[in-house]
């Protein structure tokens, strides 16, 4: 599976959100700015996320987004699937696939790989949370206090 610019974008933001918003709102612009990004492309991207309920945008002098919640209660699977959809490698692993859409859905051996490839990707997504990104991001970088133009590498 190759994670489109939607998702690796998403994660970005968020993981820029999660260290630079624990005082004050994040703006898209700043994030832009400091993760060399598209502020049309991030708003996109941010509006999915404030949907979701994973952050929370405020317009405005001194607005911006903030995470909605703890980053130790947001996964990387939360985020992906907002930005990307079902985590699957393939289309016909996907819930929603029946008979009608594949006649091999039954009997066929390479789904059942899918399958389980699909289900071990979820499993690590979803046993990392923004808090251990941020945290890992931080050590990498061997920062204890974040400079203005802290870029990731996602």
């Not at 049309?40 to 945008?57: D, I, M, N």
């Not at 789904?111 to 499993?123: A, F, H, N, P």
């Not at 949370?129 to 206090?145: H, Q």
């Amino acid at each position: 599976m190759r994670m489109s610019t939607r998702g690796r974008y998403g994660l970005t933001a968020m993981l820029d959100i999660s260290i630079y918003g624990e005082v004050s709102s994040v703006t898209a612009k700043d994030i832009s700015e400091r993760q060399n990004i598209s502020v049309t492309y991030l708003e996109q991207l941010l509006s999915k996320l404030k949907r979701a309920g994973l952050v929370k945008g405020t317009r405005g002098p001194g607005g911006g987004y903030q995470l909605n919640k703890p980053p130790d209660q947001i996964t990387i699977g939360d985020i992906i699937r907002v930005l990307e959809g079902p985590i699957a490698p393939v289309y016909c692993v996907l819930p929603t696939v029946d008979a009608k859409q594949c006649d091999k859905l039954a009997k066929c051996a390479m789904r059942l790989l899918w399958k389980k490839l699909g289900d071990k990707m979820s499993e690590v997504l979803d046993s990392i949370t923004l808090k251990d990104l941020k945290e890992e991001s931080l050590a990498l970088e061997g920062k204890k206090k974040i400079k203005h133009n802290y870029v990731f590498n996602i």
